[in-house]
C-alpha cells in the first residue's frame, strides 16, 4: 500500500486545538429542548460507537499490512477510513487511546527525560563456539535434572522498554546503562507494531527491539536525501530523534522477547512467556524453539546462520534461556549478564583492505599501544579507517607489515581490529616497535610484550587520559569537560593534577576559547558538587591500573574507608572475591607511592569529601544471614537487603544449610522450596520487622 494510505499522512487534521473541537459545549445543549436534547445525544452516541468501529477495523487492517503481509482492502479504501475517522475526532472532540491516528507524534520534543528503570536490564553472555555452549547447557544440569531450553534470534536493533496500564501503553525507555533510560514514549508510539492496547488489564513492563526491517531500510533509502548506513543506525537514529514525526518515517518495528514485570501472572517456561506475549499483539519474529540438548540448539543455529541474510531483520546470533524459569531465581546473575541465558555470536564479518601506517598511542597508565591506520573500508555498516593491533607480540604473531593488505573483523559495534595478512607486497615494511614515547620522547620501558612512557607527570598525552578518566561520569562525574576540554586546561592553564580542577576560578575559564560565562559556572557548579563523592568513585577515579567499576565497589564494600584500603596488606587486598593478584599488587604499589598519596592528601585538602561506606546502625542481625524471595509487599529488594546490613547481618543469593532465614514474599520462587527441604526457617515481611523493632 502507499505510505499515505499507510501511517505517513501528517496530523495537519489534526492541529485544531481541543477547545476547538468541542462541538457539544454546555451552552449549545442550553438552547435545545429536552428532547432536541436527547436525540442529539443519541447521534452523538451513535457516531461515538461508529468511530470505534472505526479504530477496530482499521488496526486490523494495520495489521493484516504490516505484520501479515496480506493487504485486504485497497488503498483507496483505507484511505477512506481512515479520513472518516479524523473527522468523527474533529467534531466529536474525542480521540480513543488506541486510536490509529496518533501513531504520528506532535510537537517536537525539547529534550529527552531520563527515567529510572523499575527493573534493571541485564547484558547477555557471549559464546562463539559450541565447546563453550555445550559448556553453559552442561551448567544447567547442575540446577535442573532434565532442562529444556528457548531459542529464539539475537536481534541486531535497540533495546526498549514498554510499559502498559490498564491495557494501554504508557510508557517507552531506551535500555540505557541498564538502571537508567531516556524516556522514548512519543517516538516508540508511532512504531505500528507496538499496541496501543492490550487483552491484559494489570501493569506490564516488557523488552524487547526496535528494529528498522531491511525491507523498510532500502524503502526509506531510495528516497531519503541522506542514505541510512544500515537499519541498524536507522533504528538508533529515529528512536533518538526529538521529532516523532521523523521517527515516523522510518517504519520501525518492535520485536518483544521478554517480559519484566507482570503484576498478577507468573510464569512457569519462557515458552509460556513467549505464548502470553504473543496473545497480546506483540511481534516476536518467526522463530521460537525448544530444545533438549546442545545438539539440538547447534542444529538450529547451523541452520539460521545459513539463511540469517534472507531474513527481513537484522540478527548477529542467537539466543538460548533456560525454559523452566523458577530455577533462574537460584542460578542467579553476575555483575552483568543472567547465569540461566547465553547468546550464541554468529561469525563477525571480515573483510580486507590495505595497512597504510601504525600510529603508537600513550594511554593514561603509560602503556604505549598500536592503532593500524587503514584504506577506508565498509564493514558491518560502517566506513572503517582505524583497527587495533594490541602490541609489537600480537604484530608478528598475525605476520602483517606496512603497505600489506590485511584481514579486518568489526564485531558488536566495536573498534575493529586487525585479523592478519591477506596479501604482501614488494613494498611492504615490518613494522617496528618505538624505543622513545611518541608524545614526549622519553625512553620507554619494556614489560613483556608491552612497552611503558615512565614519564608519569610529564607526559602529555598520559595525564590528559588520567584527567579525562577522572572526570568521567562513573568517576568524579564532572559535567561539561570532555577530553577536548581537558586539552585546553592543559595547554592553556597548565593542568597536571586532579587537584588542579578545584583551584579552577571564573576568570581563568572564561579565558578560554568557547568559554562564555554560562558555561563557566555549570563547570565551577559542577566541580563543588562532585567533591562529595561515593568511596568505590574515588578510588575509581583515581585510575588505579586495571581498577574497574566492579572490582572498586568490592574494594568499597570490603575495607569501608580510604584508610583501612591504604593500610591493607597484599593478603588482604587478594582475598576480596574477584580480586586476583595482578590487581592486588597494582592496588598495593598505588597506595605505597609518594606521589600518589600527596595527590589524595591535595583532593581532600581542596575539600573532597569521601562518604564512607556505612556500618551496621545496630548488632540485632549479627552472625544472621538471609536469602530473600518473591515479591515483597512494603520494601524492594535493594531496600530490604539494606535493612538488613544496617542491622549487621547478611543477604546471600541461595539456599543452604548456613541461611539463617528466608524471608519470603509472593510467588515466592525455588528458594522457598529449598528452605522447606533443608529446613530453614521461612519468615513473612511482617515477622521481620518485628524482629527489627525488638517485638
Not at 508510539?189 to 523488552?207: D, H, M
Not at 620501558?445 to 608519569?456: A, E, I, M, Q, S
Not at 610529564?458 to 559535567?479: D, P
Amino acid at each position: 500500500m502507499s505510505e499515505k494510505a499507510r501511517g505517513q499522512k501528517t496530523n495537519q487534521k489534526q492541529s485544531v486545538e481541543t477547545s476547538q473541537m468541542n462541538m457539544f459545549s454546555n451552552e449549545v445543549f442550553s438552547t435545545n429542548t429536552s428532547d432536541e436534547n436527547e436525540k442529539m445525544d443519541a447521534e452523538r452516541q451513535a457516531k461515538m460507537e461508529r468511530m470505534r468501529a472505526l479504530v477496530d477495523e482499521i488496526l486490523v487492517h494495520n495489521r493484516n499490512y504490516y505484520e501479515l503481509d496480506n493487504p485486504t482492502i485497497s488503498d483507496k479504501e483505507y484511505d477512506a477510513l481512515y479520513d472518516e475517522l479524523l473527522d468523527f475526532e474533529k467534531e466529536l472532540g474525542v480521540i480513543l487511546p488506541n486510536s490509529p491516528t496518533q501513531r504520528v507524534g506532535g510537537d517536537v520534543l525539547e529534550r529527552f527525560v531520563k527515567k529510572k528503570h523499575e527493573v534493571r536490564l541485564y547484558s547477555m553472555n557471549k559464546v562463539r563456539n559450541f565447546a563453550d555452549l555445550e559448556s553453559f547447557f552442561a551448567d544447567m544440569k547442575k540446577y535442573v535434572k532434565t532442562p529444556t531450553f528457548a531459542v529464539e534470534y539475537k536481534f541486531d536493533g535497540l533495546t526498549i522498554v514498554t510499559e502498559y496500564e490498564n491495557g494501554k501503553f504508557k510508557s517507552a525507555t531506551t535500555r540505557g546503562n541498564g538502571e537508567i533510560g531516556e524516556d522514548v514514549t512519543e517516538q516508540v508510539r508511532t512504531i505500528r507494531s507496538v499496541p496501543l492496547e492490550i487483552p491484559f488489564k494489570n501493569r506490564l513492563i516488557l523488552r524487547g527491539e526496535g528494529m528498522m526491517t531491511n525491507s523498510s531500510f532500502k524503502k526509506y533509502n531510495k528516497t531519503a536525501s541522506e542514505a541510512l548506513k544500515n537499519p541498524r543506525n536507522g533504528v538508533a537514529g529515529a528512536i533518538r530523534n526529538l521529532d516523532p514525526k521523523e521517527t515516523a518515517k522510518r517504519q520501525l518495528d518492535f520485536f518483544c522477547y521478554d517480559v519484566l514485570l507482570c503484576e498478577g501472572k507468573r510464569f512457569s517456561t519462557q515458552e509460556e512467556m513467549h505464548k502470553f506475549i504473543v496473545e497480546n499483539g506483540f511481534k516476536t519474529g518467526d522463530l521460537f524453539k525448544i530444545v533438549k540438548t546442545a545438539k539440538e540448539a547447534e542444529e538450529c543455529i547451523d541452520e539460521i546462520d545459513r539463511v540469517k541474510d534472507n531474513l527481513d531483520v537484522m540478527i548477529d546470533g542467537m539466543v538460548i534461556k533456560l525454559n523452566e524459569i523458577a530455577p533462574r531465581e537460584e542460578i542467579g546473575y553476575t555483575n552483568k549478564f543472567p547465569k540461566w541465558a547465553m547468546a550464541f555470536k554468529f561469525e563477525a564479518e571480515e573483510v580486507s583492505t590495505m595497512l597504510k601506517d601504525v600510529v603508537w598511542q600513550v594511554g593514561r597508565s603509560g602503556k604505549v599501544t598500536p592503532t593500524a591506520i587503514l584504506e577506508p573500508v565498509e564493514l558491518a555498516g560502517a566506513t572503517i579507517s582505524r583497527a587495533t593491533l594490541n602490541n609489537i607480540d600480537d604484530i608478528r604473531k598475525k605476520n602483517v607489515f606496512l603497505k600489506s593488505r590485511v584481514f579486518i573483523r568489526r564485531s558488536n559495534e566495536v573498534i575493529p581490529e586487525v585479523l592478519g595478512l591477506a596479501e604482501k607486497f614488494e613494498n611492504s615494511v615490518p613494522i617496528e616497535e618505538p624505543k622513545f614515547c611518541p608524545c614526549c620522547n622519553t625512553k620507554l620501558v619494556k614489560k613483556g610484550p608491552l612497552v611503558f612512557c615512565p614519564n608519569h607527570d610529564g607526559c602529555k598525552e598520559q595525564i590528559v587520559a588520567r584527567l579525562t578518566h577522572f572526570v568521567s561520569r562513573e568517576a568524579f562525574n564532572i559535567e561539561g569537560l570532555s577530553e577536548k576540554t581537558i586539552i585546553q586546561f592543559y595547554d592553556d592553564l597548565g593542568l597536571r593534577h586532579f587537584s588542579d580542577l578545584y583551584s579552577l576560578t571564573k576568570a581563568q575559564l572564561v579565558g578560554l576559547e568557547k568559554f562564555q560565562d554560562k558555561k563557566a559556572e555549570n563547570v565551577l557548579k559542577s566541580l563543588e558538587k562532585s567533591k562529595h563523592i561515593e568511596l568505590f568513585r574515588f578510588l575509581y577515579g583515581l585510575g588505579i591500573s586495571e581498577v574497574g567499576i566492579k572490582t572498586a565497589k568490592d574494594l568499597a564494600r570490603v575495607f569501608k574507608n580510604l584508610n583501612n584500603l591504604k593500610a591493607a596488606t597484599f593478603e588482604e587486598v587478594d582475598s576480596v572475591e574477584d580480586v586476583g593478584e595482578v590487581i592486588a599488587q597494582n592496588i598495593v604499589d598505588f597506595f605505597k607511592n609518594d606521589d600518589n598519596l600527596k595527590e589524595i592528601e591535595r583532593l581532600l585538602d581542596v575539600g573532597v569529601k569521601i562518604m564512607d561506606v556505612e556500618e551496621a546502625k545496630s548488632d540485632k542481625l549479627s552472625g544472621l544471614t538471609f536469602v530473600l524471595t518473591g515479591t515483597l509487599a512494603n520494601h524492594t529488594r535493594a531496600e530490604m537487603t539494606q535493612i538488613i546490613e544496617e542491622n549487621g547481618g547478611k543477604t546471600a543469593s541461595s539456599v543452604s544449610k548456613n541461611t539463617s532465614y528466608v524471608l519470603a514474599g509472593e510467588e515466592a520462587g525455588s528458594k522457598l522450596d529449598k528452605a522447606k527441604a533443608l529446613g530453614v526457617k521461612i519468615i513473612s515481611e511482617d515477622e521481620f520487622m518485628k524482629m527489627i523493632e525488638g517485638q
